[in-house]
């Protein structure tokens, strides 16, 4: 069975620093990944996928997220983060078997000014 | 393009009543999802559909939820009699089968039970 662990609830950053929300996944099979982005009242709008190829995948708004096979991660990181980017951030796996998507807790990022 | 639409955005009722939550998926997607998010719980698959057909229901609750899809473009999720613990958002989200297309959310259902 597949599983999703955000490791932290909540991070606050101060705007322009960088920032990295952290993921990791359990899968027994090659996996697709997700990053979702939640703002207050709204549905999930995806930020950016793996599906295979470079492990470095740029999305929207700034981030991106590194697959990480050996250590099962697939971190987001943005390098400057801005007030608007306040929302609650989801990983996500799945593979070819499912259509299912297996969410992580979320973790919810609080840009300060 | 239209997104996922889901209505009603906000629905209060008392407990006991009947509650239907509505779903029109984006055009062409063959995929469709339930699911609710609680602070406690956090985002819970309810059930999917594939071509409009229910293929796995094991995240209902229980029996007082059914949810159906009658065509491609409709869904609707019921909870029939509804109580104060089944307050959540309820999200549709479509996508298509394989995994590979990501899954699009609607703005959900914001359902509040007295």
Redesign the interface.
Known sequence: AQSVTQLDSQVPVFEEAPVELRCNYSSSVSVYLFWYVQYPNQGLQLLLKYLSGSTLVKGINGFEAEFNKSQTSFHLRKPSVHISDTAEYFCAVTDYNTDKLIFGTGTRLQVFP | DAG?IQSPRHEVTEMGQEVTLRCKPISGHN?L?WYRQTMMR??E?LI?F?NNVP??DSGMPEDRFSAKMPNASFSTLKIQPSEPRDSAVY?C?S?W????E???????T?LSIL
């Open positions: 996922v995929s999802f956090g985002l698959l999917y594939n293929i796995d999200f989200a996508g089968t394989g995994g590979v990501p899954q699009h959310f609607g703005d959900g914001r």
